[in-house]
């Protein structure tokens, strides 16, 4: 899973208030800068891939107790181990490499446009980054300002990849269009570089995380937005939500019936029972007689 402090401090701060008791991060970091970092209960360095950290989690070894639920980001092996293990233990989600959409309308700054898409590029070699617009112009500007900016990147050889392969800029004939194509991309972070943004907000359905006008890239969420950024990604964000506090938190039915109020609804058992053959069902009512 992710390495990065950001990330970390989040998950684990959602735990903490979720009531968690024992939590265990798998990284390739220092045992005492991790502790000091994170306040965990427990660390363990790995020193190969981390899917080898997912196996142990999920199953446990002599050293490593069988967790309950994984969470995190990671690189496609660990979202791939994370779907091997779902169901031996719970999982946050199936999280991919990154992914940004920016809408921009005529008033976005192209600067502004490449500067966010490339900070999304230069995660990892396989990060998606889309450009939506109604506007030919704008986009044309910010391809232009993408190449002009990507040559002074410390992290170059990585976002060229990402933007060589799997940059898409796409030009709409509408707004309203613009829209339709970020709620069919579901991407993980969508950033909304227009006039009125809290007002275009209404019009998203489908994203990880919205990031609202000029002044919000999403580099922000990363380090110090609140939010945490463990998000849902290839689509996913059309069924799954960020990691949140609801990720920690198991709920039980709990059921509670007195004699006047089981006898009320016996003849609804004994019937819907019967109609499924299951005698036993009905006689665990008819034998309190009632």
Same mark, same amino acid.
């Given at each position: 899973?992710?390495?990065?402090?950001?990330?970390?401090?989040?998950?684990?701060?959602?735990?903490?208030?979720?009531?968690?008791?024992?939590?265990?991060?798998?990284?390739?970091?220092?045992?005492?800068?991790?502790?000091?970092?994170?306040?965990?209960?427990?660390?363990?360095?790995?020193?190969?891939?981390?899917?080898?950290?997912?196996?142990?989690?999920?199953?446990?070894?002599?050293?490593?107790?069988?967790?309950?639920?994984?969470?995190?980001?990671?690189?496609?092996?660990?979202?791939?181990?994370?779907?091997?293990?779902?169901?031996? !233990?719970?999982?946050?989600?199936? %999280?991919?490499?990154? &992914? $940004? /959409? @920016?809408?921009?309308?005529?008033? *976005?700054?192209?600067?502004?446009?490449?500067?966010?898409?490339?900070?999304?590029?230069?995660?990892?070699?396989?990060?998606?980054?889309?450009?939506?617009?109604?506007?030919?112009?704008?986009?044309?500007?910010?391809?232009?300002?993408?190449?002009?900016?990507?040559?002074?990147?410390?992290?170059?050889?990585?976002?060229?990849?990402?933007?060589?392969?799997?940059?898409?800029?796409?030009?709409?004939?509408?707004?309203?269009?613009?829209?339709? !194509?970020?709620?069919?991309?579901? %991407?993980?972070?969508? &950033? $909304? /570089? @227009?006039?009125?943004?809290?007002? *275009?907000?209404?019009?998203?359905?489908?994203?990880?995380?919205?990031?609202?006008?000029?002044?919000?890239?999403?580099?922000?969420?990363?380090?110090?937005?609140?939010?945490?950024?463990?998000?849902?990604?290839?689509?996913?964000?059309?069924?799954?939500?960020?990691?949140?506090?609801?990720?920690?938190?198991?709920?039980?039915?709990?059921?509670?019936?007195?004699?006047?109020?089981?006898?009320?609804?016996?003849?609804?058992?004994?019937?819907?029972?019967?109609?499924?053959?299951?005698?036993?069902?009905?006689?665990?009512?008819?034998?309190?007689?009632?």
């Amino acid at each position: 899973m992710s390495d990065g402090p950001g990330t970390q401090l989040r998950a684990r701060r959602r735990g903490q208030a979720g009531g968690v008791t024992a939590m265990a991060r798998h990284a390739k970091v220092k045992r005492r800068v991790a502790l000091l970092e994170y306040a965990l209960t427990e660390l363990h360095r790995q020193n190969r891939d981390l899917v080898q950290a997912i196996g142990a989690m999920a199953y446990g070894t002599q050293h490593i107790p069988k967790t309950d639920k994984i969470v995190g980001p990671g690189n496609m092996y660990v979202a791939a181990a994370k779907r091997v293990v779902y169901g031996t !233990v719970d999982i946050d989600m199936i %999280a991919g490499p990154s &992914e $940004l /959409l @920016v809408i921009a309308d005529d008033t *976005a700054n192209p600067v502004h446009c490449a500067a966010d898409l490339l900070c999304e590029a230069e995660h990892d070699e396989e990060a998606r980054v889309y450009l939506v617009t109604p506007s030919a112009s704008v986009a044309k500007a910010v391809v232009k300002e993408v190449a002009k900016q990507l040559a002074r990147l410390s992290r170059k050889q990585i976002a060229t990849h990402s933007v060589g392969q799997y940059a898409i800029a796409f030009v709409t004939s509408t707004m309203e269009q613009a829209f339709d !194509v970020a709620n069919a991309i579901a %991407a993980e972070h969508l &950033e $909304l /570089l @227009v006039t009125r943004p809290f007002q *275009a907000l209404k019009k998203v359905r489908h994203a990880g995380a919205v990031f609202v006008g000029a002044y919000t890239p999403p580099a922000v969420a990363d380090y110090v937005a609140g939010p945490n950024h463990v998000l849902p990604t290839g689509g996913s964000a059309r069924f799954f939500s960020a990691l949140s506090l609801d990720d920690y938190v198991k709920k039980t039915n709990i059921v509670a019936y007195n004699k006047k109020q089981l006898k009320a609804v016996q003849p609804y058992v004994t019937c819907l029972a019967g109609m499924e053959g299951f005698q036993a069902h009905a006689r665990s009512i008819e034998s309190r007689n009632l």
